[in-house]
């Protein structure tokens, strides 16, 4: 079982220890299974070409051969192309289903959102704008300067709304996710990990697509700004095909695509002072 979101391998329910760069070798490879995947586009992908030879793939996937008790001439999971680069040959489990319809008011919480946030100051109107925009439309932008707030206001409302939604409120956190390698490819893995989803419904949007159709959910993609390229037309393609899916984005800056609402967060205002000064007219 492969969790991107969580940067983490499970083999018989126990987790894999594997370095930074051995996982994101794998990832890359897992989502594209079958496919040869060239050395070079490896070394950009993992180590963004910075001074580093051919053998440092060959390194990596070794270690993580030894990690996966894998064997190179009988490959169950990477097999080499010879002087080309590496194809995953491995079948992997999906991440157990979400569990549809389970939410209830009163009821379980519903999703992965993270439970506990300290109390929020100050931001009712905010709250309140965003509260209504969720209620009326499917595709609403948060956005608003570095640090403002934005993720904070968009968890905390997911959160109090999350039981409005049959399938509850999910978080696809893309903050980790490198800029210049994010593809769509990446996206729909990140997002299926996220949600649980079989990992062959990552394979291409119209898969997607159909693993979402059933869904009643609110999704909260948090910290878009550096992938907007890619995610701003797979979001369109889902928020078209997908009538259900209710998406809640955070982002400095707005996704620009068709049934988009956007609120723009200000700065908390800088409380007065509770002491004052007054000048002799
Ligand atoms: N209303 C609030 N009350 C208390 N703390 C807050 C509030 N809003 C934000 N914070 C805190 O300020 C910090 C930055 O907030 P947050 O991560 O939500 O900003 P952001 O706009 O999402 O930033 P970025 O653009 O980097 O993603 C966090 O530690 C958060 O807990
Ligand atoms: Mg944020």
Redesign the pocket.
Known sequence: MLDIANAQLIRQGQPVELPPKSFALLAYLAQRPGELVLKDTLLDVVWGRRFVSEGAVKTVVSELRAALRDDARAPLWIETVQRRGYRFVGRLQPLPFLRRGRCRPGGDPCGNLPLS???????EAEGAALDTLLANHRLVT?T?????????????RALARRTDYADGAWLLEL?PLAADTCDEATLRATLASALQLDSAAAAANDALVRALRPMTLLLVV??A?HVLRPLAPLLAHLHVQLPQLHLLV???EPLHIPGEHVLR?AP?SVPAPEWTTTWPD
């Open positions: 946030l300290t109390p929020a100051i100050a931001r948060l608003g300067a570095a640090g403002v707030g934005k993720t904070r206001l968009a968890l905390s903050a948090d910290n700004e955070t982002s400095r967060l908390l």
